[in-house]
C-alpha cells in the first residue's frame, strides 16, 4: 500500500482563520450582517424567542432553529478564542513564540488543531524525552535523522557520560526524543487522526466469564462496525457495557488489522513526514523501529483516546438531539382545553388515586378507590366515581398509563357507558415524570394540603388540559423521552432541553392570568425570581388587565417587558390586542391599519376577508418592516392562535387488554409513545409498547423515524409479529405487510434486542444508585418497593415521598417506559 505523506509544520498555512461571524455565516449559508445583528443582540440579553419573533427584520428573518445553531457556535467559537489567548500567554511566558507559531496558532480553527499545536509545550511531568534531552542525546537523535549513513552504534558511543551507560542506553534515549517529536507533529498527528477516524472500526468482546451477567449486552460479545457508521445507541451501549466491565472496547485504526511485523500505512505515513526510508543505510532500520515503536507505544494510544472522545461526542448530540425532539413533540401535544377533567392515577394493592379538577386545573375533589385486586371494589369504585363525575360536571377521564392501566381504563370504560348523559370522554395519559413532580418542592407549595400519592392523579388530569403548562413544572430530564439519558453530558443535555421548553413555552403564549411559577420563568426574559413577583402582584392586585399594567410589577424593568410582552396573552382584558402575539411596540401599526380599513379593533380583528384586502407593504415604514407587518396582519386574523394540533384520541380494540390477546394480522390504533433512532414505539392498550422499526414506517427510505411519526400522533398498525415470552410485538405502519415473520425481514441483525436498561440505565440506575434517588428522572418508589410503570404492580400508596432506603429506583421515563413495555432486552436497542 502506498501513502501519501501528511503536511508537515513547515508547511504554509493562513495566518488567521476567517472571523467568527463570517465563519457562522459560512456555516448556515446566511449573509455575514445576519450573524452580526444576532449577536449583537443576544449579547444585549435578547433572547432566541424574542428575536426570532420580533427582530426579523434585523436578523434577515433568521429562525429559532437557525438562532440555536448560531448560539452554540457562537459559544464553542469564543471559547476557543478564549483557549487561543490562553495557550499564547503560557508559550510566551515560556519564551518559545516566534512569528511562524503564533501564525499556527491563530490560524487553528478547531480546539482540537489547537491542542495539537499546543502539546509540545504544554506543561507536562518529566519524561523519557526530557530526561534524554538533559543527558545530552538530543543531538543523537538529530544526527541519526538527518544523515542515516551515520552507524547508530558507532555515533552513540560518543555520547556516553555518568547518566549514560553504554550506547544501548543512550540510543534508548535518543528514540524517546524521536517518539516525542514525531508524536507532537501537531500537522502529522490531525492528518492521522482524521484517516484513523475514517477508516477504523469499534470492536467489543465479552470479558472471560461475563456471559451470564452481561446478557443484555449479547449483541457485542463479538461485535464490529465503522467509526464513521456506528449510530448514537450502539455507541453508548459499547461505552456502557465497558464501564460495567462486560465488554472490552478497542478502537482499530483499520477495518482488518495488520498482522504482526507488517508495516502498516500509518507508519508509513510517519516515516515519510520527517524523510525516513528504508534505502539499506546504517540507520535505516534504526529510524524505521523508532517510527514503528512511536506509532504502536504513543501514537495510537493518543488518537484512540482522541477517537473515542469524539465518538462519545457524536454519540451525545445524536442522542441529545432524539430526546430534544421528543420533548418537543411531547410539550407540543394537543391540549385537551379547559374542561373538567377527572385523573386517575392507577395502582393495583395501593389503589386508584382519583383527583378532579375544574375547567381552569383548580383541585376540587380527590379520593382513593379499591376496584383491583386484593379488594376487587369494583362496584363501590364504579358509585363513588359516578357521584364524582355527576357532582362536578366531569367531561374527561385521565387515566395514567402506569401499572394497572388498562384494568382502570376498563372500569372508566363502564363509567362512561353506565352514565351516557355525563357525554365523558376517557383517555390515555402518559404519566412520564409525575412522580418527579409528586414529591417536588413546587408541588408541596402547589398542593400543600394533599397527600403525595394524590398529586399525581392531579398532574395526570392537568396534563391532558394542557400538556405544556404541567410539563414544565418537571425538570425536562426527568421526563425521560430520551436514550441513555445518564450517560449524557450533564451541561449538554440541560443546555438543550431548557432551549427546546422554552422554545415551546415561547411559540404558544402564556395567559399571564394563570400562568404558573414554573410556566412564566419560561418565558422570554423572565427569570424565576420575577416569574414569582408577577404571580404574588397578581394574588395582591388582581388580574392584570394590560400587557403595560405588568411595568407595575417590582423589578420588571424596560429590558424584560421587551422581552417577554408579547409573548404574554391577556384574555378578556381591556385591549383585544393583548392577547394576541402582537407586540405592544408593534400597536402603532395596528393603529395605521384600523386607520386606513376605517374600521375599530374589535370590527377588524378575526375578520379574515377585511385582513386579506390590505396590502402589508403599505404599512412598512422604518421601524417595522415588511415581515413583521405580514405578522401582525396574520395576528389579528387569529389572535393568539395555537400552534398545537386539535385534541383527538385513540380508541383501543376491545378486548384486546394483554399482550395474549394479540395475534398477528390485527389492524389496532394506537399512540405513539416515543421515537427514537430506530424505529417508534405504540401503545397499543396492551401493557407492552411494540415496535415500529423504521425499515417498517414506509415503502420509501426513511432516514429519520420523526419523519413519518412523532410522539402523541393516533397511528393504525397491523401486527407482524407476537413474542409472548419475551413480550415483543413487531408492528407497521404499513398495512400491506403481511404477517407473521415481517419483523425479520423489515429489520436487520442488529435492531433485534433493544434492552430498557441499556436505553435510559445502567445498573447503578436499576440499584438505585445516589444519583437516582436524588430525582434525576428515574421516578420515586415507597418503602414497600412498589414501583411505578407498566409490568407489574410498581407503585405504592406513598411511593413520591422519597422514603425508600435501600430499594431500586424504578426508570420513570417515557422511554424506559415504553422499552419496558416493549419487553425488548438487548445491549443498544438493536433488534
Known sequence: MTSTPLPTQQDPRPLRPQPVQQRIADELGVRPHQVAAAVDLLDNGSTVPFIARYRKEATGALDDAQLRTLEERLRYLRELEERRTVVLDEIRKQGKLDEALEARIMAAESKARLEDIYLPYKPKRRTKAMIARENGLEPLADMLLADPTHDPATVAAGYLNEQVADVAAALEGARSILVERFAEDADLIGGLRERMWSRGVLVTKVREGKEADGAKFADYFDFSEPFTKLPSHRILAAFRGEKEEVLDVTLEPEAEPAEPGVVTDYERTIAAAFRIADQGRPADKWLNDAVRWAWRTRILMHLSIDIRVRLRTVAEEGAIGVFAANLRDLLLAAPAGSRATMGLDPGLRTGVKVAIVDATGKVVATDT?????????????????????????????????????????????????????????????????????????????????????????????????????ELVKIDPKSIGVGQYQHDLAE?????????????????????????????????????????????????????????????????????????????????????????????PEAYPVVHRILARAKTDIDALIGNAQKIKSLKPHEFVDATFGLPTVTDILAELEKPGRDPRPAFRTATFAEGVHKIADLKPGMLLEGVVTNVAAFGAFVDVGVHQDGLVHVSAMSTQFVSDPREVVKSGDVVRVKVLEVDEARKRISLTLRLEDEAGGGARQNRGPREQNRGPREQNRGPRDQKGGPRDRKGDGQGRRDQQGDQRGRGGDRKGGDRRGGQRQGAPAPMNSAMADALRRAGLSGGDGKR
Request: aromatic content about 4%; glycine content about 8%.
Open 369 to 469: 378507590i379499591y376496584p383491583h385486586a386484593p379488594r376487587n371494589d369494583w362496584n363501590g369504585a364504579l358509585a363513588k366515581l359516578t357521584r364524582l363525575a355527576t357532582a362536578h360536571d366531569v367531561d374527561l377521564i385521565a387515566i395514567g398509563n402506569g401499572t394497572a392501566s388498562r384494568e382502570t381504563d376498563k372500569l372508566a370504560g363502564e363509567l362512561v357507558a353506565n352514565n351516557p348523559a355525563l357525554k365523558l370522554t376517557k383517555v390515555m395519559v402518559s404519566e412520564a415524570g409525575a412522580s418527579v413532580y409528586s414529591a417536588s418542592a413546587f408541588a408541596s407549595a402547589e398542593l400543600p394540603d394533599l397527600d403525595v400519592s394524590l398529586r399525581g392523579a392531579v398532574s395526570i388530569a392537568r396534563r391532558l388540559q394542557d400538556p405544556l403548562a
Open 491 to 583: 451541561s449538554a443535555l440541560s443546555r438543550s432541553l431548557d432551549a427546546v421548553v422554552e422554545d415551546c413555552v415561547n411559540a404558544v403564549g402564556v395567559d399571564v392570568n394563570t400562568a404558573s411559577v414554573p410556566l412564566l420563568r419560561r418565558v422570554s426574559g423572565i427569570t424565576e425570581g420575577l416569574a414569582a413577583q408577577i404571580v404574588q402582584h397578581r394574588d395582591t392586585n388582581g388580574p392584570f388587565r394590560t400587557r403595560t399594567a405588568l411595568a407595575d410589577v417590582p423589578r420588571l424593568g424596560p429590558k424584560a417587558f421587551e422581552q417577554c410582552a408579547g409573548f404574554l396573552r391577556i384574555r378578556g382584558g381591556d385591549d383585544p390586542l393583548d392577547v394576541s402575539g402582537v407586540h
